[in-house]
């Protein structure tokens, strides 16, 4: 197979990241190199051991506000429903994108050399209090039927965290399918979430 003369470390990374989550941490440098279209000694230019190369490939996604950063934005304009079907995708995308690095990478006890940084759950303190501000926003403005906006903020992170998880851990992509999942979870959330037609200045009260 030809190889490319150069290869960015992203690059390696990328083909890195892939290899090892299909094979493990029993996947080689060789397995990589094939992947990326060089030769093993490229790798080793940027890495200098297999240990390295995995937890660079496995390193922390940034999540800060990853979730949340069009809902500031989003208040007042648009659909509401269809603002929360999308930040459940988002949220269900990167659960999906991280968990597999975090389950990796924490089954795989390095050498100590090098203090790595494992991929950790998302912190979703501030992803939450950006979604419960929106709906917060949304209800003062008559766009969602007030209450307590923490519940649906709440019901919203968990369902999709829960439901991408349990696809992860299960292996079980093939058997469900997610955009339907969560548009039926946003169409029964909204049921609850939907403002009343009739205001209350319109009757009279």
Same mark, same amino acid.
């Given at each position: ?43 080793f230019k940027h890495f200098p051991t ?56 924490? $089954? ?8 790595? !940084? /494992? ?5 979703? =303190? &501030? @992803? #939450? ?34 439901? $991408? ?8 992509? !093939? /058997? ?5 999942? =969560? &548009? @039926? #979870?946003i169409a029964l959330l909204w049921r ?14």
């Amino acid at each position: 197979m030809a190889r490319t003369a150069t290869i960015s470390k992203f690059q390696i990374l990328e083909a890195a990241r892939l290899v090892f989550l299909e094979r493990g941490f029993s996947a080689t440098a060789v397995d990589v190199a094939n992947r990326a279209g060089i030769s093993s000694a490229s790798i080793f230019k940027h890495f200098p051991t297999k240990e390295a190369l995995f937890f660079a490939a496995m390193e922390p996604l940034p999540h800060e506000h990853i979730w949340t950063p069009q809902l500031e934005a989003a208040t007042g304009h648009g659909d509401p429903a269809a603002d929360l079907l999308n930040i459940a995708q988002s949220i269900a995308d990167y659960t999906r994108q991280v968990l597999p690095r975090m389950m990796l990478s924490r $089954s795989v006890k390095h050498s100590g050399e090098t203090p790595y !940084e /494992l991929p950790s759950p998302p912190d979703i =303190l &501030a @992803d #939450f209090a950006a979604i419960s501000s929106y709906i917060a926003r949304e209800m003062a403005l008559g766009r969602i039927r007030r209450g307590d906006p923490t519940i649906p903020a709440l019901t919203l992170i968990h369902t999709a965290v829960g439901f $991408s998880m349990s696809l992860t851990l299960q292996n079980a992509a !093939e /058997l469900m399918d997610t955009q339907h999942f =969560l &548009a @039926d #979870f946003i169409a029964l959330l909204w049921r609850s979430l939907e403002p009343s037609k009739i205001e209350p200045s319109e009757k009279g009260i």
